[in-house]
Every structure is written in C-alpha cells, then in structure tokens.
C-alpha cells in the first residue's frame, strides 16, 4: 500500500508574555487587528478595529510583534456573530467575525492601497451576491486522529485538520451530499485509502472525487456506487499514483453560462462561484464591449468561460490556455455551441512566445492568469498592440506590477473592479480594464 503523503504540522503559536490590553486601528488582508503598544505593531488575528482588546505576544520580531487575543473588552459596532460553528479554528474563512457590508469595504480600502499608483482618482467599481452558500467546489482533507476520522479542512492556527460538521460557504447541495459522505465513511472502510476528496456542484447536478491512495476492492466500489446512485449524484475515481481521474465523454460535467453550455473534467479548473462567474462574465462583455470589427484574445481561457461569450459578438476569438485536455474541451465548448469564429491554441504563456499572434490585427485581450499574473507574456501583448486590455486577476499585487508595467508602456487604466467572489475568505478578484493612449 502506498503511504500517504506526510502532512507537515504547523503547530498553534504559544503566547510568549502577559495579558496586555491593546487598542485595534487597523485590519489587514488576512483579518488581523493592527495594534501599536509603545509604538510598535502588533498584529492579533481576530481583532476588529475600533475595538479595546486583552491579548498575549506569541511571536516578537524587530519590526512588528504578532499577539493571540484573548478576550473583547469594547467590541466594533461591526462585530457580529459568525454565522459557522467552526469559524474559530477553520481556516476556511477569515472575515466572518465583521459584518459583510464592512467586509466588502474593507476589501476595497485594501484593494485601492494595492493599486494606488494605478488609481489615484478612480472610483472602485464593487460587484457582488451571496455571502454564505456561494461554493460550487471544495476539496475535502481527510486524518485520522487517535483512531477518529476527521473529515474538514485545514485550521487557521495550525495545519491541521479541522473536523466540519456544517459549512456554510458550501452550497446546500454540497453541504448536503457532505454530511451523507461523512456518515457513509464512518460505516465502511474507505477513509484508509482517500488522499483527499474532491465535491462539485454544476448545472448536471452533484458530484464526488475520490482520490485513491491504494487500491480497493470491487465489492468496497460497488457499495459506494450504489451510494452515489440513492443519493443521485456521479462519482469519480482517481487512481493511486495517477494524476486524473480517467473520465468518459458521455460522464464529462457541463455548466451553463446563459445560454451556452460549457463541458469540463471534473478536476478542470472552473469558477468557484457559479453566480459571481455569471455576474463577471457579464461585467466583462459590458466593459470590453466585444464587435463585429473584434479579433480578440483570450489568454489563460480554460475551457472558454470568456472565450464562448466573446464569441457571441466578437469578429473572432482566439483562447490560449497551457492544459492541452482543457484546449480540447474548450474546442469542444465551441463546436458544441456552434460556433465557427473560435479556435483555441495549447500554449505556455510563461514562455516567449513566436509571432504566432502577430498574423491578423488582434483589437482586445482578456486575460485571466493564475496567482502568479502574466508577466512573460506582457511584451508580447504590448507588441501585439490591442486597443483595450481586460485583466482580471485573483491576485492584486500581480496585477498591480502587470498593469503598472503596461501604463509605463503605453496604456492607462479606464476602469477598475473589485469582484466579491469569495465573501468571508480574504481571497479578492480583480477586473481592470486599460486602453491604449492615442
Ligand atoms: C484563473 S484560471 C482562468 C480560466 C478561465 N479564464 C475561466 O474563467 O474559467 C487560469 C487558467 O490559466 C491556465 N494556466 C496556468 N498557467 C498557464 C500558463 N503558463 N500558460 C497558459 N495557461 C496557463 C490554467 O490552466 C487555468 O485554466
Ligand atoms: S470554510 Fe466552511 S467550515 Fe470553514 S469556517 Fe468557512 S464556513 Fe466554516
């Protein structure tokens, strides 16, 4: 049997000195109070600001200190109770504790202080929906301590796991099919060979991803599927030492985006949140206003969540995306759609990249990059030389350093988004639309 793969333990910071009272003005990205005790920054993870709290040094350093806090003495009037059990330890979400419209500003003051030599005078346009019940995919730790089955996510004070009994970013679906999963796998003898467990919710309905670390018996596969089958969703296998589950056409998920329908692997990538994806696709058509004169870009497309609907107006599209199996499903998404103005190319945009894009006029790039932005490629798309430029982004100081380099080289920002797609978390989406100077 293969091991599984030894999780390194980051273990609960100890407090190093007294009980001290602390005055909160200050809150960063990740939900800690920002204190200052005889002038030197403290930062203490659950602390407001606004608010007078007791708290111990846990860590001391040369420039700022980091404290556990211990109790509220004055609380902020935007304290309220979080709406999880499990908030105090789980690392899932950071912000539970502030109400959501303060969450939501909070996010925009942090936003503009990362963007602020890109924008001075702009107004942050905000865009968001549910605070609780949003997540369409989650991934499922599993441990076994002292012989009980933990079954959550990881903590916010340690790496370890979490047992969770009820989340509620979860759609209810998923909160549902959760609660059964957990129940099941008390009962019988597949806990020993999960990895981790993957669950995902689309327009075909409900499905589990069983990442298998052994192998199992056909009977112990049957019992399972027989589960999946009274609880009416799919199920996935990912084989030990495999890095996919193998899934057949007729078995590939599909989500709905309007009218277009949009098919995956379930281990694709695609937008945790099914109504702020609507709600930014949307946000994205109206600003880069796709036409009939359009040859548009789409880099890092996925499987076409851009791509179909630029389609939809544009003269043609053309996405870029590194996974060779997402390119296909994206080519797929197309013809299924029935479009004939898209073609999608299996590219790596961390590499130079030949004159390839250089063929037809390209008016507009879209580009929707992972953490790490799109810096390699920035060269190319300034020799490229498109009117207007849609950088969304799940990281703002990536973005800040892509778009500070391309106002340097010739364009500037004309509106920038902040896109609330995972409330409660500290995770914050960007849209910033620049164009070229005359
Ligand atoms: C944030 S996702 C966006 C996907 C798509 N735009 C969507 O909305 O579903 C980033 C995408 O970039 C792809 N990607 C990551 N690194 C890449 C690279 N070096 N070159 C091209 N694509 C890459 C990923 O596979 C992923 O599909
Ligand atoms: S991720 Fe889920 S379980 Fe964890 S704190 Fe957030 S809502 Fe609660």
């Given at each position: 049997m293969r091991k599984r793969t030894p999780i390194r333990r980051q273990s609960k910071p100890q407090p190093i000195g007294p009980v001290q009272t602390f005055t909160v003005d200050g809150l960063t990205h990740e939900a800690k109070g920002v204190a200052r005790l005889k002038g030197k920054v403290t930062f203490i993870g659950g602390a407001l600001p606004g608010e007078t709290v007791a708290a111990q040094i846990t860590k001391s350093g040369r420039r700022f200190d980091e404290a556990v806090l211990n109790s509220i003495i004055e609380?902020?009037?935007?304290?309220?109770?979080?709406?999880?059990?499990?908030?105090?330890?789980?690392?899932?979400?950071?912000?539970?504790?502030?109400?959501?419209?303060?969450?939501?500003?909070?996010?925009?003051?942090?936003?503009?202080?990362?963007?602020?030599?890109?924008i001075t005078t702009q107004e942050l346009e905000l865009l968001s929906d549910n605070f609780t019940h949003y997540r369409r995919r989650a991934r499922i730790a599993i441990d076994r301590k002292k012989g009980t089955l933990l079954l959550g996510f990881r903590g916010k004070a340690s790496s370890d796991i979490v047992s969770i009994d009820h989340c509620v970013v979860l759609t209810g679906n998923l909160q549902k099919i959760f609660s059964s999963l957990k129940?099941?796998?008390?009962?019988?003898?597949?806990?020993?060979?999960?990895?981790?467990?993957?669950?995902?919710?689309?327009?075909?309905?409900?499905?589990?991803?069983?990442?298998?670390?052994?192998?199992?018996?056909?009977?112990?596969?049957?019992?399972?599927?027989?589960?999946?089958k009274k609880e009416l969703i799919s199920l996935y296998w990912q084989a030990p030492n495999t890095s996919k589950a193998e899934v057949s056409s007729e078995n590939m998920r599909h989500y709905d985006l309007g009218e277009l329908r949009l098919e995956y692997h379930p281990q694709?990538?695609?937008?945790?949140?099914?109504?702020?994806?609507?709600?930014?696709?949307?946000?994205?058509?109206?600003?880069?206003?796709?036409?009939?004169?359009?040859?548009?870009?789409?880099?890092?497309c996925g499987v076409g969540n851009f791509s179909l609907p630029l389609a939809q107006h544009a003269q043609s599209v053309i996405g870029v995306e590194v996974q060779e199996s997402m390119v296909e499903a994206a080519r797929k998404n197309a013809s299924l759609n029935g479009f004939d103005n898209l073609s999608f190319v299996a590219s790596d945009l961390t590499q130079p990249v030949a004159n390839e894009f250089m063929k037809q006029k390209i008016t507009k790039v879209l580009l929707d990059p992972p953490r790490a932005g799109a810096f390699e490629f920035l060269d190319t798309i300034i020799k490229i030389g498109p009117k207007q430029i849609l950088y969304v982004s799940c990281n703002a100081s990536t973005l800040a350093r892509d778009a500070e380099y391309l106002v340097a080289k010739g364009y500037r920002v004309l509106r920038v988004g902040l896109m609330d797609m995972f409330p409660q978390t500290s995770h914050v989406e960007t849209m910033m639309l620049l164009q070229k100077k005359k």
């Amino acid at each position: 049997m293969r091991k599984r793969t030894p999780i390194r333990r980051q273990s609960k910071p100890q407090p190093i000195g007294p009980v001290q009272t602390f005055t909160v003005d200050g809150l960063t990205h990740e939900a800690k109070g920002v204190a200052r005790l005889k002038g030197k920054v403290t930062f203490i993870g659950g602390a407001l600001p606004g608010e007078t709290v007791a708290a111990q040094i846990t860590k001391s350093g040369r420039r700022f200190d980091e404290a556990v806090l211990n109790s509220i003495i004055e609380p902020s009037a935007y304290r309220v109770e979080p709406s999880c059990q499990h908030f105090n330890v789980c690392g899932g979400c950071s912000f539970q504790h502030l109400a959501d419209e303060k969450q939501l500003s909070s996010k925009a003051d942090w936003l503009q202080g990362q963007l602020r030599n890109l924008i001075t005078t702009q107004e942050l346009e905000l865009l968001s929906d549910n605070f609780t019940h949003y997540r369409r995919r989650a991934r499922i730790a599993i441990d076994r301590k002292k012989g009980t089955l933990l079954l959550g996510f990881r903590g916010k004070a340690s790496s370890d796991i979490v047992s969770i009994d009820h989340c509620v970013v979860l759609t209810g679906n998923l909160q549902k099919i959760f609660s059964s999963l957990k129940l099941e796998l008390s009962i019988n003898g597949l806990a020993d060979s999960l990895g981790h467990i993957e669950l995902l919710e689309d327009t075909k309905g409900v499905s589990v991803l069983f990442r298998l670390t052994s192998f199992i018996s056909d009977e112990l596969k049957r019992a399972w599927e027989s589960w999946a089958k009274k609880e009416l969703i799919s199920l996935y296998w990912q084989a030990p030492n495999t890095s996919k589950a193998e899934v057949s056409s007729e078995n590939m998920r599909h989500y709905d985006l309007g009218e277009l329908r949009l098919e995956y692997h379930p281990q694709d990538f695609i937008q945790v949140n099914a109504i702020m994806n609507q709600k930014m696709v949307a946000q994205a058509m109206d600003w880069l206003s796709p036409n009939k004169q359009d040859v548009i870009l789409d880099l890092f497309c996925g499987v076409g969540n851009f791509s179909l609907p630029l389609a939809q107006h544009a003269q043609s599209v053309i996405g870029v995306e590194v996974q060779e199996s997402m390119v296909e499903a994206a080519r797929k998404n197309a013809s299924l759609n029935g479009f004939d103005n898209l073609s999608f190319v299996a590219s790596d945009l961390t590499q130079p990249v030949a004159n390839e894009f250089m063929k037809q006029k390209i008016t507009k790039v879209l580009l929707d990059p992972p953490r790490a932005g799109a810096f390699e490629f920035l060269d190319t798309i300034i020799k490229i030389g498109p009117k207007q430029i849609l950088y969304v982004s799940c990281n703002a100081s990536t973005l800040a350093r892509d778009a500070e380099y391309l106002v340097a080289k010739g364009y500037r920002v004309l509106r920038v988004g902040l896109m609330d797609m995972f409330p409660q978390t500290s995770h914050v989406e960007t849209m910033m639309l620049l164009q070229k100077k005359k």
